[in-house]
Every structure is written in C-alpha cells, then in structure tokens.
C-alpha cells in the first residue's frame, strides 16, 4: 500500500552518506522533530535525476528553508558511496543523501518501480514529500516518465 498524506513513515534502517563514511540510521530517528523536503530519484547519475532534479534542489535550499523546512534530502536505491559521490559532483552538500541500497524504505512506503527494463532493477519511484516529525504532510508522485510534481519548484508552490 502507498503511504498517503497525513500517514506515519514506516521505520526502517537507511544510511546516511557523511564525510566519515557510511552511517546507518533509522528513518524514525532522521525524520523526528525536523520538517524534511524529501525527495526521490530513482537512480544517482541518471540523466533526469542528475540534470534537472537534483539541481533544482540545491538551488532552491535557501527558498525551502525560508518556507520552515529543516533539512532537504535525496532518497535512491544506490549505495552510500554511490550517493556521496554523487553529491560531491554536484556540488550538493546541503542536501542529505539518504541510501536505501535494498530498496526497504521505497518498498515500505509503497513506491517502487521496476527499471528492469533498463537494467536499473527494482528502484524507488520519483517522487516528493514534506515529513514534518515523521508524517508525512506533502506527497508528490509523478507517473512514469514525468518530472514536474517531483521538482523543487513544485514543493515551494505547496508550502
């Protein structure tokens, strides 16, 4: 089932990509007592997620936090390491990396997709949401192929 607006996220164990390293967290942990623009692509270095995505996240950090957001991050089924690196390249510090290397946080809140066809395996969705403490308060799914809904520009329109 889908998590809707208004629905508690579901605790599951990603991994944040750091400086130091790899550093496991729960998502009940993260997500408690911030309000997070979250967002999901569904594979780092990927053309959209790389050329537009991403960007108009970190370009768009100061307009988000000026609307009360916390903290703005990037969920993907990749690795950590995958997820640093990629934030290096794009001159991304300012938003978290979130890893969900086994797809368990896209599979628990119900939005993965099938790249398979790609060779990309089952992925998380493209998507956005505001978690305020943990619910989820904003929910943006795009239908396959979109990117509009998702963008940043989009969330700052809702906030």
């Not at 991994?15 to 998502?27: D, F, R």
Request: aromatic content about 6%.
């Amino acid at each position: 089932m889908t998590i809707s607006v208004g629905d508690t996220l579901p605790d599951v164990k990603i991994v944040k990509a750091t400086a130091e390293g790899p550093e496991a967290v729960q998502s009940s942990e993260y997500f408690a007592g911030k309000r997070v623009a979250l967002f999901s692509v569904p594979g780092a270095y990927t053309p959209t997620c790389s050329a537009r995505h991403l960007p108009g996240y970190v370009e768009k950090v100061a307009d988000l936090k000026a609307k009360g957001v916390d903290e703005i991050a990037c969920t993907a089924v990749n690795d950590a390491f995958v997820l640093g690196a990629w934030q290096n390249a794009n001159d991304a510090a300012a938003v978290t990396m979130l890893a969900d290397g086994n797809g368990d946080f896209a599979q628990a809140v119900g939005l993965t997709m099938d790249g398979s066809g790609f060779g990309l395996g089952q992925r998380g969705q493209r998507y956005s949401m505001v978690v305020n403490d943990g619910v989820v308060e904003q929910l943006n799914v795009e239908a396959p192929g979109d990117f509009s809904v998702s963008s940043a520009e989009h969330m700052l329109g809702q906030l």
